[in-house]
């Protein structure tokens, strides 16, 4: 049994406790963090959970599944591709995000590109970095990001809104909490090298989850991409 409204309620007003204590404790104004329940695995509920709750989006990490969710789902959410994105599902991706966050390659962002200029629209992206040096997560190497940022504003039918990562597990909770700060800090410090040296602002920085949100927010977060803390575990 998935849960009920009520739990997802209570669960959603303590995380937004939880950020605002991050952003005190780092002098940060709460209005600068934005919550994205992660519904992936969860049913339609979910999705009409986090409407009904007042928040603006979701992310899914699959194409096919966002898909038929979102078909399934009423309301003015919007929908963020976080996961890996495959060449041969870009152009769906492009028809049925209204943002995706996954973008670590040349090819994704020609491709999107040309989906999104044959739909007629302006896609929004954010561009996945592997700031973590994680051999496990994808996402473009760092010593990438300049090439893939000029590839991407080079295309009128992308906006580019700013980056995205994911950091690595560590073999402790305290190694975990290091390598997040690590990561985090990194994908900050390559936002603000790519912005000065493209002349563009990159507001955006999505970093963290539920194990590392707070530490994400101390980093400059933006955007927090959140499931577990949300709906619970995932099967
Ligand atoms: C699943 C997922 C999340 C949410 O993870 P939780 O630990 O459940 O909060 C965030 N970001 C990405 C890219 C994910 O795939």
Not at 72 to 97: D, P
Not at 130 to 136: F, L, R
Not at 169 to 179: F, I, N, Q, S
Request: with cysteine.
């Amino acid at each position: 049994m998935f849960i009920d409204f009520e739990t997802f309620r209570t669960r959603a007003d303590k995380v937004h406790a939880l950020m605002q204590a991050a952003c005190r404790a780092t002098g940060r104004d709460p209005a600068g963090v934005k919550l994205l329940p992660v519904t992936k695995t969860h049913p339609p509920a979910a999705a009409e959970y986090v409407a009904r709750y007042g928040l603006p989006a979701v992310g899914e990490n699959r194409v096919q599944e966002a898909v038929e969710k979102r078909a399934a789902v009423s309301g003015a959410l919007r929908w963020e591709l976080i996961g890996h994105l495959q060449s041969n599902k870009a152009k769906l991706a492009a028809a049925h995000f209204d943002r995706v966050q996954s973008v670590d390659s040349e090819k994704l962002v020609g491709l999107l590109a040309k989906a999104a200029a044959d739909q007629g629209k302006v896609l929004p992206i954010l561009l996945q970095i592997n700031a973590g040096n994680d051999p496990a997560k994808f996402g473009a190497e760092p010593a990438d990001a300049p090439r893939l940022l000029a590839a991407a504003l080079a295309r009128p039918s992308l906006r580019v809104d700013g980056l995205m990562t994911i950091a690595p597990l560590g073999a402790t909770p305290d190694e975990t909490r290091a390598h997040a700060r690590r990561t985090f800090a990194n994908l900050r410090r390559i936002r603000d090298e790519l912005a000065a040296t493209h002349g563009v602002a990159l507001p955006e920085l999505s970093m963290g989850m539920t194990g590392d949100f707070a530490e994400a927010i101390a980093e400059g977060s933006t955007l927090i991409r959140v499931g577990t803390a949300l709906f619970g575990p995932r099967e």
